[in-house]
């Protein structure tokens, strides 16, 4: 297995965590505090009003705006219902100054208020805890009936009854599979503690109080990012390393022991790298070792990635030049997948091989990268075109939109005009002008680059333009126009 180490660089607007493998940066997380959601927070709500007509009730749970909850969203247990009864109206489920304990399902959206449910679930692991239920379920995704039936088995000796202290029900998420019964009775224990602790908040805390909140990311690289492989988490705050400490001993005293606090006067990210890492995982291209590249393009349906030898003429022969190309971009596509998040359908399109060997040795090696990856993967075999066909499970938002946005100057086209183009645009816009009105003279406004060919190359046209419509022409430089940007201003 390989050696893990854990970077966390803590701002009061940002935290960044990277992961190390074998000294080579495999994945990068982000959270930003002003674009952290309520979704999973669980409150103290107090019920202002109840609206029977849309089978409603807004909910104060100390925001701006009141929070909203359908009857859909009540838990049939709460008030004496049960699964496959008729829902009682709302109005005869809740009343106005009740208190009641709530949970975002969704986030407020403009003039909208956050929608609640009192089905309360929370996350940890491998487990999602549902303390009002007493079932145990696993997830679709998991295999066969009987390996599902086998765990379903396990979970029940590890949860007790209820009356041993036991009680709740449990969902299993796909990365319980394979998960150890110390590692299943670890997660049962936190989520129970998490319960217990929200339960004690909601008898003293006042209504409209927050009871839960969903873990930060630095708290989340204990419970979910944190593996028996992982040798260090270091991070460099002295004030967040002391809460996660004292969060990892309550709740994980296992990865607590990893934590270290960095001192370092250099940022942790640029002494180990990591602002290099992240500039080139925002690029198309990635450059091999070899001497050959890889290019990463995202689009709406799809992530195409194409392999070229570049510069590498190394080997023996042509074979062995792609084939040792490809068996480098192999674990190369397979690291920047992860580094950049990307998701959903990808189309590997390796270079092609002649030999069925190369093809599978390649197949092989790119299937044993990618089982490192903690995010579920499927792979084909090449197709009739030479390519490779994959999914990759979308878990969050890739790299590339967490942290860009589209090019307002090319409008996401990867590409701009040239400014001949731009020039012959100008020219014919001119002349749609000045056949609806009659200015004394026209001024154009443009790029630097545009205005310089104007005066320099296209000076004949322009001159030829002027003298047909009979009116001056004049140039204005806008240094702040982007290459495409332009104004015909009627003087």
Same mark, same amino acid.
């Given at each position: 297995?390989?050696?893990?180490?854990?970077?966390?660089?803590?701002?009061?607007?940002?935290?960044?965590?990277?992961?190390?493998?074998?000294?080579?940066?495999?994945?990068?997380?982000?959270?930003?505090?002003?674009?952290?959601?309520?979704?999973?927070?669980?409150?103290?709500?107090?019920?202002?009003?109840?609206?029977?007509?849309?089978?409603?009730? /807004?909910?104060?749970?100390?925001?701006?705006?009141?929070?909203?909850? !359908?009857?859909?969203?009540?838990?049939?247990?709460?008030?004496?219902?049960?699964?496959?009864?008729?829902?009682?109206?709302?109005?005869? #489920?809740? /009343?106005?100054?009740?208190?009641?304990?709530?949970?975002?399902?969704?986030? $407020?959206?403009?003039?909208?208020?956050?929608?609640?449910?009192? #089905?309360?679930?929370?996350?940890?692991?491998?487990?999602?805890?549902?303390?009002?239920?007493?079932?145990?379920?696993?997830? %679709?995704?998991?295999?066969?009936?009987?390996?599902?039936?086998?765990?379903?088995?396990?979970?029940?000796?590890?949860?007790?009854? &209820?009356?041993?202290?036991?009680?709740?029900?449990?969902?299993?998420?796909?990365?319980?599979?394979?998960?150890?019964?110390?590692?299943?009775?670890?997660?049962?224990?936190?989520?129970?503690?998490?319960?217990?602790?929200?339960?004690?908040?909601?008898?003293?805390?006042?209504?409209?109080?927050?009871? !839960? %909140?969903?873990?930060?990311?630095?708290?989340?690289?204990?419970?979910?990012?944190?593996?028996?492989?992982?040798?260090?988490? *270091?991070?460099?705050?002295?004030?967040?390393?002391?809460?996660?400490?004292?969060?990892?001993?309550?709740?994980?005293?296992?990865?607590?022991? *990893?934590?270290?606090?960095?001192?370092?006067?250099?940022?942790?990210?640029?002494?180990?790298?990591?602002?290099?890492?992240?500039?080139?995982?925002?690029?198309?291209?990635?450059?091999?070792?070899?001497?050959?590249?890889?290019?990463?393009? #995202?689009?709406?349906?799809?992530?195409?990635?194409?392999?070229?030898?570049?510069?590498?003429?190394?080997? +023996?022969?042509?074979?062995?030049?792609? /084939?040792?190309?490809?068996?480098?971009?192999?674990?190369?596509?397979?690291?920047?997948?992860?580094? +950049?998040?990307?998701?959903?359908?990808?189309?590997?399109?390796?270079?092609?091989?002649?030999?069925?060997?190369? #093809?599978? $040795?390649?197949?092989?090696?790119?299937?044993?990268?990618?089982?490192?990856?903690?995010?579920?993967?499927?792979?084909?075999?090449?197709?009739?075109?030479?390519?490779?066909?994959?999914?990759?499970?979308?878990?969050?938002?890739?790299?590339?939109?967490?942290?860009?946005?589209?090019? &307002?100057?090319?409008?996401?086209?990867?590409?701009?005009?040239?400014?001949?183009?731009?020039?012959?645009?100008?020219?014919?816009?001119?002349? +749609?002008?000045?056949? %609806?009105?009659? &200015?004394?003279?026209?001024?154009?406004?443009?790029?630097?680059?545009?205005?310089?060919?104007?005066?320099?190359?296209?000076?004949?046209?322009?001159?030829?333009?002027?003298?047909?419509?009979?009116?001056?022409?004049?140039?204005?430089?806008? &240094?702040?126009?982007?290459?495409?940007?332009?104004?015909?201003?009627?003087?």
């Amino acid at each position: 297995m390989a050696s893990q180490d854990i970077l966390i660089n803590w701002a009061p607007q940002e935290t960044r965590v990277a992961i190390i493998e074998n000294g080579a940066l495999q994945e990068l997380h982000v959270e930003r505090t002003l674009e952290r959601g309520l979704v999973g927070n669980v409150y103290l709500g107090k019920v202002v009003r109840v609206l029977p007509g849309m089978q409603s009730a /807004f909910i104060d749970i100390g925001l701006e705006r009141a929070a909203f909850l !359908h009857v859909a969203d009540l838990h049939p247990h709460g008030n004496g219902g049960g699964r496959g009864d008729p829902v009682k109206p709302i109005e005869r #489920q809740v /009343f106005e100054g009740q208190s009641l304990t709530v949970q975002v399902i969704k986030d $407020a959206i403009g003039t909208k208020g956050a929608r609640l449910s009192t #089905q309360i679930s929370i996350a940890g692991r491998m487990l999602v805890y549902l303390p009002q239920e007493e079932h145990i379920g696993i997830s %679709q995704k998991i295999g066969g009936p009987e390996l599902r039936e086998q765990l379903r088995s396990r979970m029940q000796a590890l949860v007790g009854r &209820p009356e041993e202290g036991g009680g709740g029900g449990f969902i299993l998420r796909t990365n319980a599979e394979e998960a150890s019964d110390a590692e299943l009775a670890e997660d049962i224990a936190y989520l129970r503690r998490t319960w217990a602790a929200i339960r004690e908040r909601a008898q003293t805390l006042p209504a409209g109080s927050l009871l !839960h %909140q969903d873990l930060s990311l630095a708290e989340r690289v204990l419970r979910d990012l944190a593996t028996e492989s992982t040798q260090a988490i *270091r991070i460099d705050s002295r004030m967040q390393f002391d809460a996660l400490r004292a969060f990892g001993d309550t709740y994980m005293p296992g990865m607590a022991a *990893r934590l270290e606090h960095y001192k370092g006067e250099r940022p942790i990210f640029d002494l180990f790298g990591i602002e290099e890492e992240i500039e080139r995982a925002l690029s198309r291209r990635v450059d091999l070792k070899s001497g050959g590249y890889v290019i990463f393009d #995202q689009t709406e349906a799809l992530t195409t990635v194409d392999v070229n030898t570049g510069g590498f003429v190394g080997a +023996r022969n042509f074979d062995d030049t792609i /084939f040792k190309t490809n068996l480098e971009a192999a674990g190369t596509i397979a690291r920047q997948l992860r580094l +950049r998040n990307l998701g959903g359908i990808i189309i590997v399109d390796f270079i092609d091989m002649v030999r069925e060997e190369h #093809q599978q $040795a390649v197949l092989a090696e790119f299937r044993k990268q990618l089982a490192r990856d903690r995010t579920r993967t499927t792979v084909s075999g090449f197709t009739q075109l030479g390519l490779v066909e994959m999914t990759r499970k979308r878990t969050r938002e890739s790299l590339l939109h967490m942290l860009c946005e589209p090019c &307002p100057t090319c409008a996401s086209r990867g590409h701009v005009k040239t400014a001949r183009t731009v020039c012959y645009d100008i020219l014919r816009e001119i002349l +749609r002008e000045a056949r %609806q009105f009659n &200015p004394k003279e026209f001024r154009v406004v443009a790029s630097a680059a545009v205005v310089e060919m104007l005066l320099d190359e296209e000076s004949v046209h322009l001159a030829g333009l002027s003298e047909f419509i009979g009116k001056p022409i004049s140039l204005s430089a806008e &240094p702040t126009m982007n290459p495409e940007q332009y104004d015909i201003v009627l003087m």
